[in-house]
């Protein structure tokens, strides 16, 4: 008996210890730093449950202050953006108006200002000439007052406004080119009608005169009527090529320089017959010019100005720097034109 017991018992002591090892065993088989870990992460919010209560109740505090200052921040960010941006369009459209503006355009503004100038300076002083020294204007009936209109209407037609039509395309570079095309042509009609008035008259002032006085005998006249046939010819293929719808395309190109050398040949005949017009008037006039009279003197001052005008008005037109940039309706307009 006693022996069964103690074989009972210690099978009952290995049944007991087998199991219990067991489970050791495999915890140690299995790797402890993850229990670890776990215990370690489970225990901190226990362990650090107070500071971590303190700590998000600190935070929940500060969230308002935080969230209030962050609203502030982006109003006034808000109200100033605008202003800034205002102040940066205004910065920039100066800067385009002057620093970032183009010198030769500068230059050329400058100049024609000073072009503007001088043909007005030089018209003033011709009816002052005519006005003092010459009796002033008249009719047919006096032919020696009716010549008075030539110089004056040659003045403001055939070189003022014949100068300044050259220049209206670069003068306006702003405008459309059909409406400058337009502007071009009429201020051309309006040179050319002036130009008849003036040979009219000092045709009558020859042939009305008491004894009649020979026509185009000198060099004066012979010039002077050659640069008015230039202007005639130029006038009618100007706007047979360049207003009248339906000619081609590539007889424009090919006219084109021919247009602009004989339009500037012509302005320079003009002022070249101009010059010359007013010396033979004060030779024929003054019997005293060698001693430079007051008529003498001014006549030369209106000569000096038909020259730099004239000299202006072919410096602007010639320069490549002061040349007009076609506008986007230009090359618009220009491509629907080819199109048809």
Same mark, same amino acid.
């Given at each position: 008996m006693s022996k069964d017991l103690d074989i009972e018992q210690a099978a009952q002591t290995t049944a007991t210890s087998t199991p219990t090892a067991a489970p050791t065993t495999t915890s140690i088989e299995v790797k402890a730093e993850p229990v670890a870990v776990v215990e370690l992460a489970a225990a901190a919010p226990a362990a650090n449950g107070e500071n971590n209560g303190k700590a998000d109740q600190q935070q929940q505090q500060q969230q308002p202050q935080a969230v209030t200052a962050a609203v502030t921040t982006t109003t006034i960010t808000e109200q100033v953006q605008p202003t800034v941006a205002a102040a940066d369009a205004v910065a920039s459209k100066g800067g385009n108006n002057k620093s970032t503006m183009d010198p030769a355009l500068i230059n050329f503004k400058v100049l024609y200002v000073l072009t503007?100038?001088?043909?007005?300076?030089?018209?003033?002083?011709?009816?002052?000439?005519?006005?003092?020294?010459?009796?002033?204007?008249?009719?047919?009936? &006096?032919?020696?007052?009716?010549?008075? *209109?030539?110089? +004056?209407?040659?003045? !403001?037609? /055939?070189?003022?406004? $014949?100068?300044?039509?050259?220049?209206?395309?670069?003068?306006?570079?702003?405008?459309?080119?059909k409406t400058l095309k337009l502007t071009h042509a009429g201020i051309h009609m309006a040179a050319f009608i002036l130009t008849v008035i003036a040979?009219?008259?000092?045709?009558?002032?020859?042939?009305?005169?008491?004894?009649?006085?020979? &026509?185009?005998?000198?060099?004066?006249? *012979?010039?002077? +009527?050659?640069?008015? !046939?230039? /202007?005639?010819?130029? $006038?009618?293929?100007?706007?047979?090529?360049?207003?009248?719808?339906?000619?081609?395309?590539?007889?424009?190109i090919a006219l084109m320089p021919l247009h602009i050398y004989f339009g500037l040949?012509?302005?320079?005949?003009?002022?070249?017959?101009?010059?010359?017009?007013?010396?033979?008037?004060?030779?024929?006039s003054l019997s005293n010019?060698?001693?430079l009279p007051a008529a003498g003197v001014l006549a030369n001052i209106i000569g000096v100005l038909y020259v730099i005008f004239g000299a202006l008005v072919v410096y602007l037109a010639t320069e490549p720097s002061y040349k007009r940039k076609p506008l986007p309706e230009d090359t618009a307009l220009l491509a629907s034109n080819g199109a048809e």
């Open positions: 503007q100038l001088c043909g007005l300076t030089m018209i003033v002083l011709v009816g002052t000439w005519i006005g003092q020294h010459y009796g002033g204007l008249g009719g047919s009936s &006096n032919p020696k007052l009716e010549f008075n *209109w030539h110089p +004056l209407f040659m003045t !403001i037609g /055939f070189i003022y406004l $014949y100068g300044n039509s050259i220049l209206v395309y670069r003068g306006f570079r702003t405008t459309r080119k040979l009219k008259t000092v045709f009558d002032s020859h042939n009305l005169a008491d004894p009649p006085i020979p &026509n185009m005998y000198s060099l004066h006249s *012979w010039l002077g +009527l050659s640069a008015v !046939i230039i /202007f005639g010819l130029q $006038y009618v293929a100007g706007f047979t090529a360049f207003l009248v719808p339906g000619m081609r395309e590539n007889y424009k040949f012509g302005f320079v005949l003009a002022i070249a017959s101009a010059v010359m017009g007013l010396t033979e008037k004060a030779i024929f010019y060698s001693t």
